[in-house]
T-cell receptor
Framework: DAKTTQPTSMDCAEGRAANLPCNHS???????VYWYRQIHSQGPQYIIH???NNETNEMASLIITEDRKSSTLILPHATLRDTAVYYC???????????FGAGTQVVVTP | EPEVTQTPSHQVTQMGQEVILRCVPI?????FYWYRQILGQKVEFLVS????????KSEIFDDQFSVERPDGSNFTLKIRSTKLEDSAMYFC?????????????FGPGTRLTVT
């Protein structure tokens, strides 16, 4: 599976948009970009995924560059409850294991 | 909303003892997983299970580990002879079948402490 690179940490003010970058320059054509988050040692939680088109759901938006070598997860209006570690994961298809990296620790401050 | 449940939430055991961690996946899910997370480290894949057999396992999942689906609802992880380094959070996950089933649902985890 393609390797991903994320910043170690970032802060965000409550109510503002949080933009979380992820580099996956070795992604191959059949690999999807997934985002999960983990709130303080709870089980990871699925956020969103995409192949090449931008995606939006009730939690977030996912912007994938045209060359698919990077993506950005956008939390449109961050709340204190969005404080978590966010993981960008690249893998083929929808089945199989998830390979978690270190992720980005996002801290939302009042 | 349906959710994955795990018991116990915290298990303390002595080195060399056997432990069984239990999970109840979401009822119509057919793919099951175990992951672990040592304190301060990454979430690591252990094993996936489908159609009553292991479909993939990591190098962590050695002969000391086994999984079972003893009935229609439970999915268990057994560690035969625990070591200090088995201390970790263990997460169970499940997924519905089908090509559009992209989401793995995780349980809250069992914290295993080996003394």
């Amino acid at each position: 599976d393609a390797k991903t690179t994320q910043p170690t940490s970032m802060d965000c003010a409550e109510g503002r948009a949080a933009n979380l970058p992820c580099n996956h320059s070795t992604i191959s054509g059949n690999e999807y970009v997934y985002w999960y988050r983990q709130i303080h040692s709870q089980g990871p939680q699925y956020i969103i995924h995409g192949l090449k088109n931008n995606e939006t759901n009730e939690m977030a938006s996912l912007i994938i560059t045209e060359d698919r070598k990077s993506s950005t997860l956008i939390l449109p209006h961050a709340t204190l409850r969005d404080t978590a570690v966010y993981y960008c994961i690249v893998r083929p298809g929808t089945w199989g294991k998830l390979q978690f990296g270190a992720g980005t620790q996002v801290v939302v401050t009042p | 909303e349906p959710e994955v449940t795990q018991t116990p939430s915290h298990q303390v055991t002595q080195m060399g003892q056997e432990v069984i961690l239990r999970c109840v996946p979401i009822s119509n899910h057919l793919y099951f997983y175990w992951y672990r997370q040592i304190l301060g480290q990454k979430v690591e894949f252990l094993v996936s299970f489908y159609n009553n057999e292991i479909s993939e396992k990591s190098e962590i999942f050695d002969d000391q580990f086994s999984v079972e689906r003893p009935d229609g609802s439970n999915f268990t992880l057994k560690i035969r002879s625990t070591k200090l380094e088995d201390s970790a959070m263990y997460f169970c996950a499940s997924r519905i079948a089908g090509a559009d089933s992209y989401e793995q649902y995780f349980g809250p985890g069992t914290r295993l402490t080996v003394t």
